[in-house]
């Protein structure tokens, strides 16, 4: 299996924007999410994508913010991080379920079959 890799990640000012991306290959058909884990805090649900890529779901703390979405054509899954607050600061894991799954499957850490080695984003104020 192919590993996920993710990029994107940074350090940039409250109020500015990130898209993060995840090369997943081999995953065209598995429900995807991202994850955080901010330090001390339990890792997070972010957002998910169902196989199909035509539902979503989000967290409430980025809903209208963020928004995940994926190109198979490019093996890619991606997470697209506007209005970024001091809060949103974490490790970000690009994450792979099942194939066939729904968004909503993706909700909590236990549903991830595969795991991306994380990217680091920071806000500053």
């Known amino acids: 299996q192919v590993p996920l890799v993710e990029s994107g990640g940074g350090v940039v000012q409250a109020g500015d924007s990130l898209r993060l991306s995840c090369l997943a290959s081999?995953?065209?058909?598995?429900?995807m999410a991202w994850f955080r884990q901010a330090a001390g805090k339990e890792r997070e649900f972010v957002a998910s994508?169902?196989?199909?890529?035509?539902?979503?779901a989000y967290a409430d703390a980025v809903k209208g913010r963020f928004t995940i979405s994926r190109d198979n054509a490019k093996n890619s899954l991606y997470l697209q991080m506007n209005s970024l607050k001091v809060e949103d600061t974490a490790l970000y894991y690009c994450?792979?379920?099942?194939?066939?799954?729904?968004?909503?499957?993706?909700?909590?850490?236990?549903?991830?079959?595969?795991w991306g080695q994380g990217t680091q984003v920071t806000v500053s104020s």
């Open positions: 994450a792979a379920g099942p194939a066939f799954k729904s968004a909503q499957f993706m909700l909590v850490p236990s549903a991830v079959r595969d």
């Open positions: 081999g995953r065209a058909v598995s429900a």
């Open positions: 994508i169902d196989w199909t890529g035509g539902s979503t």
